[in-house]
């Protein structure tokens, strides 16, 4: 029986109002490479693949992780009252436990979850967006253009799901993809229109979205990061080409498009990689969505856009040259949609401002504080050159790096700060598990690299003070990066963006970066 589903995400079960059982043998229906050991008759009243989530008449998923085996859990998920369970290997597990053996647990995850709550994107616009950095604005962009449009969006990202004027934190970029499911056929049920998806990396190479019809599919730019999961860029670029490799025409009756850009080398490999329509953006190449006539300062953007429907001068709130590409690729993908021209602008300049990504901290003492996402050595290095325009005095840096995460980018991060700032405070992110100095001096080495010199603590001479501080404690390093400030100066709090946590050791305490910038400048 099917009924209007209705999902608790806060404990991720399902709590009213849902399909109440499904026969085994209807959710492997159209599986392939899957074995069936028991009966297929097993109603089965949901899924799970924490076994500490399983609930009596659940069919448990054995997933492998990148630290934990979820095959090392299927006992406990048969004492929690699992009714079958699917998974690769069933080393110990009785001939009395009716079990799926697959060849990807993963796969069979996704594809489970879209039988399970029937197939929940038909009749959604799916809009996915990949690619280093980028996404989380470009996601917003497009929302507040669908939204001037008269459409109904919903979004799936890094700071949040949201729809309907309901917001749920977002503990990953992409879920998994059951609990991915579970919100898309809530907002399919909520009347939403169009679902605009952040799809991480680690997403597409864990399958997460496998199944996932995407009518649009998003190219920011292409840089380093996640390689203490990928190991290689070659590994990444290949995760993240996933999404555009499989972008095919398949049978359904709306096109499939790929928005790409150009002026990143990675836009043209994928285009190469993929069979869908394309539509290009960018301000170096000839493009199908363009800029022109672009001015910029600390109170915004201003030009003209360029568009096969035309051209319209548009102005926004946000600042640098990061945002006016983020401002390209969501005008492109709204254009692919059939948007109209007007209603796209309309959508750029409504929306004010995006938490965390170059956002401004407003403060008592009247200075210039920008909050922002940047953690990788290519989103560092464009903020910085972003804001150096509008510096009359220092831009002074206050950032880090974080814990159990790729090394290697450490000392490439010190260098840019040292190369493009008169000041830097090197400091703590979310250390996790690792000693908090051991992260900054890896850091370091970098900043030693581009010539800056390690300064003193705080100076009575502001104007004059130059070089690196090291100084574990993120608050007290925004703190004295906001003291050493003047009103001509300039001030980049990067990392961190809009996340009102720290993370060290395994405790998550409440730090928000610009509630602390805003104390500290009062």
Same mark, same amino acid.
């Given at each position: 029986m099917l009924g209007a589903n209705h999902i608790s995400t806060r404990t991720g079960q399902i709590v009213e109002g849902r399909r109440e059982t499904m026969k085994l043998g209807q959710l492997i229906t159209g599986m392939s490479h899957c074995q069936i050991s028991g009966d297929p008759e097993q109603p089965i009243n949901g899924l799970a693949y924490d076994s500490r989530q399983v609930k009596p008449g659940n069919l448990f998923v054995a997933l492998r992780g990148h630290e934990r085996d979820g095959h090392d859990y299927l006992g406990d998920a048969l004492e929690r009252g699992a009714m079958a369970l699917v998974g690769e290997s069933f080393l110990g597990i009785g001939e009395n436990v009716t079990k799926v053996r697959v060849d990807d647990s993963r796969e069979a995850l996704s594809r489970l979850s879209i039988q399970f709550y029937n197939h929940p994107f038909d009749g959604?616009?799916?809009?996915?967006?990949?690619?280093?950095?980028?996404?989380?604005?470009? +996601?917003?962009?497009?929302?507040? #253009? !669908?939204?001037?449009?008269?459409?109904?969006?919903?979004?799936?990202?890094?700071?949040?799901?949201r729809y309907s004027g309901k917001s749920h934190p977002a503990p990953v970029t992409t879920p998994e993809s059951l609990d991915l499911m579970r919100f898309l056929r809530?907002?399919?049920?909520?009347?939403?229109?169009?679902?605009?998806?952040?799809?991480?990396?680690?997403?597409?190479?864990?399958?997460r979205t496998k199944g996932c019809p995407f009518k649009v599919a998003i190219f920011t730019n292409f840089s380093r990061d996640h390689l203490d999961y990928h190991h290689t860029m070659e590994n990444y670029f290949?995760?993240?080409?996933?999404?555009?490799?499989?972008?095919?025409?398949?049978?359904? +009756?709306?096109?499939?498009?790929? #928005? !790409?850009?150009?002026?990143?080398?990675k836009g043209v490999e994928l285009a190469a990689l993929t069979q869908a329509e394309i539509?290009?953006?960018?301000?170096?190449?000839?493009?199908?969505?363009g800029a022109e006539s672009i001015a910029s300062d600390k109170a915004g953007l201003k030009g003209d856009l360029i568009t096969p429907q035309g051209k319209r001068t548009f102005q926004s709130p946000l600042i640098g040259e990061i945002n006016v590409y983020n401002i390209l690729a969501a005008s492109a993908a709204a254009i692919a949609l059939d948007i109209d021209l007007d209603s796209v602008v309309e959508g750029i300049e409504r929306l004010e401002r995006v938490p965390g990504r170059l956002e401004p901290v407003r403060n008592k003492r009247g200075l210039t504080i920008v909050v922002d996402y940047a953690?990788?050595?290519?989103?560092?290095?464009?903020?910085?050159?972003?804001?150096?325009?509008?510096?009359?005095?220092?831009?002074?840096?206050?950032?880090?790096?974080?814990?159990?995460?790729?090394?290697g980018k450490r000392p490439e991060m010190g260098r840019v700060a040292g190369e493009h700032s008169d000041l830097v405070f090197i400091t703590s992110d979310n250390p996790r598990r690792e000693e908090p100095m051991s992260i900054i001096g890896q850091i370091e080495k970098?900043?030693?690299?581009?010539g800056m010199k390690r300064v003193g603590g705080s100076s009575n001479h502001r104007s004059k003070t130059l070089g690196y501080i090291m100084e574990v404690d993120r608050e007290t390093a925004i703190r004295q990066a906001i003291s050493e400030a003047d009103i001509e100066d300039f001030v980049l709090i990067a990392g961190k963006g809009h996340e009102d946590y720290q993370i060290v050791g395994r405790e998550r305490r409440h730090f928000d970066d610009r509630e602390v910038a805003a104390s500290a400048a009062q």
């Amino acid at each position: 029986m099917l009924g209007a589903n209705h999902i608790s995400t806060r404990t991720g079960q399902i709590v009213e109002g849902r399909r109440e059982t499904m026969k085994l043998g209807q959710l492997i229906t159209g599986m392939s490479h899957c074995q069936i050991s028991g009966d297929p008759e097993q109603p089965i009243n949901g899924l799970a693949y924490d076994s500490r989530q399983v609930k009596p008449g659940n069919l448990f998923v054995a997933l492998r992780g990148h630290e934990r085996d979820g095959h090392d859990y299927l006992g406990d998920a048969l004492e929690r009252g699992a009714m079958a369970l699917v998974g690769e290997s069933f080393l110990g597990i009785g001939e009395n436990v009716t079990k799926v053996r697959v060849d990807d647990s993963r796969e069979a995850l996704s594809r489970l979850s879209i039988q399970f709550y029937n197939h929940p994107f038909d009749g959604l616009n799916l809009i996915g967006i990949t690619g280093t950095n980028g996404k989380t604005t470009t +996601s917003y962009l497009l929302e507040s #253009i !669908l939204t001037s449009a008269g459409a109904k969006p919903g979004v799936v990202g890094t700071i949040n799901y949201r729809y309907s004027g309901k917001s749920h934190p977002a503990p990953v970029t992409t879920p998994e993809s059951l609990d991915l499911m579970r919100f898309l056929r809530e907002m399919a049920d909520d009347g939403v229109t169009d679902v605009i998806m952040e799809v991480s990396s680690h997403a597409l190479d864990q399958k997460r979205t496998k199944g996932c019809p995407f009518k649009v599919a998003i190219f920011t730019n292409f840089s380093r990061d996640h390689l203490d999961y990928h190991h290689t860029m070659e590994n990444y670029f290949r995760s993240k080409s996933l999404l555009f490799s499989d972008l095919l025409r398949n049978g359904q +009756s709306k096109k499939n498009i790929a #928005i !790409l850009n150009m002026d990143d080398p990675k836009g043209v490999e994928l285009a190469a990689l993929t069979q869908a329509e394309i539509m290009t953006y960018g301000l170096r190449e000839v493009c199908d969505v363009g800029a022109e006539s672009i001015a910029s300062d600390k109170a915004g953007l201003k030009g003209d856009l360029i568009t096969p429907q035309g051209k319209r001068t548009f102005q926004s709130p946000l600042i640098g040259e990061i945002n006016v590409y983020n401002i390209l690729a969501a005008s492109a993908a709204a254009i692919a949609l059939d948007i109209d021209l007007d209603s796209v602008v309309e959508g750029i300049e409504r929306l004010e401002r995006v938490p965390g990504r170059l956002e401004p901290v407003r403060n008592k003492r009247g200075l210039t504080i920008v909050v922002d996402y940047a953690h990788t050595p290519d989103a560092l290095l464009k903020a910085l050159r972003d804001v150096r325009p509008f510096v009359k005095g220092k831009l002074i840096t206050v950032f880090g790096c974080g814990g159990d995460r790729d090394k290697g980018k450490r000392p490439e991060m010190g260098r840019v700060a040292g190369e493009h700032s008169d000041l830097v405070f090197i400091t703590s992110d979310n250390p996790r598990r690792e000693e908090p100095m051991s992260i900054i001096g890896q850091i370091e080495k970098g900043t030693q690299e581009s010539g800056m010199k390690r300064v003193g603590g705080s100076s009575n001479h502001r104007s004059k003070t130059l070089g690196y501080i090291m100084e574990v404690d993120r608050e007290t390093a925004i703190r004295q990066a906001i003291s050493e400030a003047d009103i001509e100066d300039f001030v980049l709090i990067a990392g961190k963006g809009h996340e009102d946590y720290q993370i060290v050791g395994r405790e998550r305490r409440h730090f928000d970066d610009r509630e602390v910038a805003a104390s500290a400048a009062q």
